[in-house]
């Protein structure tokens, strides 16, 4: 699965089987924490299967969410670069599979194949560029703004014209994404819900079409 993964953009079938045969595959139940914020970072995690969320935490235990990842997605890519600890928290949030490459490891096959460092670092750069533009989004959008960034990053498109949320959301979850208080958050979803822009089902946000730009 490795050439679906976006951080392997581009490397050759040899490289990505060089990878592949260097990697282990390791399964955790749902609620285990995979890496703690501060830990000793060695190693790479690709997601196959399940579900995590990326979170930091306060002196308080007060956590923020930084990014919910599915299948295809990944996580620890760091620690294949540098020798510093991790930055972030990884939760699973159902029972998930990943493939982990391990930097002594990884190291091993940069020494037969140097050319994936550079294809690694091209896209590692797409990546830091992404992640400039949704903290530039976070420190000058208003809760509002915040607030419907994460709905439309999170909807899936449907047939009718319509988007889904996948993820059951509670108000406390978005609270915790956009850094806002859960009762400024339950306002503006019951002042969308009341103008028709999103509705539910069940547990699932529905957004009804494009929401507006201002509150």
């Known amino acids: 699965m490795l050439d679906k993964v976006e951080i392997f953009d581009g ?4 490289e990505l089987e060089a990878l592949s045969a260097s990697s282990v595959v390791r399964s955790y139940p749902k609620n285990t924490v995979i890496i703690n914020e501060n830990d000793h970072a060695d190693s ?8 995590v969320k990326v979170y930091c935490s306060d002196k308080n235990g ?19 670069l540098d020798d510093d600890k991790r930055s972030a928290s990884v939760r699973t949030m159902e ?3 990943f493939c982990i490459i391990y930097k002594e490891d990884f190291n091993k096959v940069l020494e037969q194949q140097p050319n994936i460092a550079k294809t690694l670092i091209r896209n590692l750069t797409r990546r830091v560029r992404k992640l400039t533009k949704d903290v530039k989004a976070l420190a000058l959008q208003d809760v509002y703004g915040r607030v419907t960034n994460v709905l439309t990053t999170l909807a899936d498109e449907r047939e009718d014209g319509s988007a889904i949320i996948p993820e059951k959301l509670t108000q406390q979850d978005i609270a915790d994404r956009v850094g806002a208080s859960r009762e400024m958050v339950a306002r503006i979803l019951k002042d969308l819900t009341i103008g028709e822009y999103i509705s539910f089902e069940g547990r699932n946000i529905i957004l009804n079409g494009k929401l507006p730009d201002n509150y």
């Open 11 to 14: 490397l050759s079938e040899q």
């Open 44 to 51: 790479l995690y690709i997601i196959e299967s399940g579900r």
């Open 95 to 97: 029972k998930s599979s």
């Open 62 to 80: 007060k956590e923020f969410i930084m990014n919910t990842l599915t299948a295809e997605d990944y996580f620890g890519e760091l620690a294949l």
